[in-house]
């Protein structure tokens, strides 16, 4: 691995790693010119690269002695200025570049041409800055690993709560339909009844009818006189419930549990009690617990997750005959 690998896996940027490389002669004098530009944009520190010289020009004659690798304004090192000094902290600059930034992260706006030179770094101090540099570079990557957890925390939980809100909606819509379910299975159920009860009566006025139509012609055979009346009309839906109480006056309702084995289960309860609650009665007195409730007529089965009906709502009032499963 090259010291452009070395210094890349050590963290620097590859732009940076580059020009330093080009700009030093060695690994160490490549991490000493990175820490001193590292407060310099790379834009500039890549703007002051020097262009490929001109074939026959002479290495003299361009060279500048406040940038470095003969960058500057050509002014003659002997008796010239080394440096830039600002007037306001009196920190120097090797390079015009490093005074501009300066003055744009500090305000200042004073600075004079100086013959003092910037001291390079001793083998000491190169060391305590690649130490200060692998000490800065350990201490970004933990506060950048404690900021993914934190962020992927957040996302975490974030997703947490979209799930948590997603399955509420889901159970709402549920619980809807199962309640339009059971709506539409109590209307069918209602409308099923008053259709048999219809028929019930059409034959109970038929029968009469056949009977009162038996009687006249036998009379008739036996030259006796019968007093005729108007045909039996079958009673509609509303005489048939005006015949019988309505099922929303009734506060208990008689139930015969028909188990899988031994006699029924007789008892009466409040029409409020829920077929979960009759499960619990049936599971605490017989020892089993039961899965469905079933009717004969009409057909009907309710499974666990209509366990939460009460005798009401599953129209079982006044009296019932459940077959326990």
């Not at 030093?24 to 990175?34: E, S, V, Y």
């Not at 770094?121 to 993914?148: C, F, M, P, Y």
Request: hydrophobic share 35%.
């Amino acid at each position: 691995m090259g010291d452009y690998d070395n210094l890349v896996e050590m963290g620097f940027d590859a732009r940076r790693v580059k020009l330093a490389l080009q700009k030093t002669k060695g690994f160490n004098d490549a991490i000493t010119w990175l820490a001193e530009n590292e407060a310099v944009p790379i834009e500039e520190l890549e703007a002051a690269a020097p262009a490929p010289a001109a074939a026959g020009s002479s290495s003299a004659a361009g060279a500048d002695v406040l940038g470095e690798d003969g960058e500057g304004d050509g002014r003659s090192a002997e008796g010239g200025a080394k440096s830039l000094k600002c007037g306001e902290c009196g920190k120097l600059f090797n390079t015009p570049a490093k005074a501009e930034y300066h003055a744009t992260r500090t305000g200042h706006d004073q600075f004079e041409e100086s013959t003092e030179v910037v001291k390079p770094l001793t083998e000491e101090e190169k060391a305590a800055k690649l130490a200060e540099l692998k000490a800065k570079l350990a201490e970004k990557r933990a506060n950048q690993s404690i900021t993914d957890a934190k962020t992927q925390r957040a996302n975490e939980a974030i997703r947490r709560k979209n799930d948590a809100e997603s399955d509420r909606i889901k159970e709402d819509l549920r619980k809807r339909e199962q309640l339009k379910e059971a709506e539409k299975r109590r209307q069918e159920k209602l409308d099923d009844a008053a259709a048999k009860e219809k028929i019930r009566a059409q034959i109970r006025a038929d029968q009469e009818n056949r009977l009162v139509k038996a009687q006249q012609e036998k009379a008739a055979r036996e030259g006796r006189v019968v007093e005729t009346s108007a045909p039996i009309e079958p009673a509609g839906p509303a005489a048939v419930k005006a015949q019988s109480k309505p099922a929303s006056e009734y506060t208990e309702t008689r139930l015969q549990l028909r188990l899988p084995s031994g006699p029924p289960l007789v008892r009466a309860f409040p029409v409020e009690t829920t077929l979960f609650e009759i499960a619990h009665v049936i599971a605490t007195e017989k020892g089993f617990s039961p899965t469905t409730f079933a009717i004969t007529f009409p057909r009907k089965i309710w499974d666990q997750s209509e366990f939460g009906l009460t005798l009401k709502e599953a129209k079982l009032v006044p009296s019932a005959a459940l077959i326990v499963a």
